[in-house]
Nanobody, 128 residues
Framework: QVQLVESGGGLVQAGGSLRLSCAAS????????IGWFRQAPGKDREFVAA????????YYADSVKARFAISRDNARNTVYLQMNSLKPEDTARYYC?????????????????????WGQGTQVTVSS
């Protein structure tokens, strides 16, 4: 099963930018759609963005559309989340997950995707 590691989080002022990376192990990375999610303290985990296996299709939450961009480099086994015009309400721990099809208590369903195999997350803090 694919293993994912997030990086790139940090502290940024409102209006600033960050680029998160989700690096995957294994040679089957391009078999999986990948999603980004976030969870703020006291709130449920929420969908942020997703990208298809080839990168040809992308999906965004309304709250980040036009500010965030997801992309992938299958040769580098990495998915990126470019975050621009950051707002304090974007503050959260950001996780990536793969559409591995496994259904258990940790699965997040979005459309036809079943995201699991979670990374450990990376913290994003946006100051006002």
């Amino acid at each position: 099963q694919v293993q994912l590691v997030e990086s790139g989080g940090g502290l940024v002022q409102a209006g600033g930018s960050l680029r998160l990376s989700c690096a995957a192990s294994g040679r089957t990375f391009n078999m999986y759609a990948i999603g980004w999610f976030r969870q703020a303290p006291g709130k449920d985990r929420e969908f942020v963005a997703a990208i298809s296996r080839s990168g040809g299709r992308t999906y965004y939450a309304d709250s980040v559309k036009a500010r965030f961009a997801i992309s992938r480099d299958n040769a580098r086994n990495t998915v990126y989340l470019q975050m621009n015009s950051l707002k304090p309400e974007d503050t959260a721990r950001y996780y990536c997950a793969a559409d591995v099809g496994k259904k258990d208590a940790t699965t997040y369903y979005y459309g036809a995707f079943s995201f699991g195999s979670w990374g450990q997350g990376t913290q994003v803090t946006v100051s006002s």
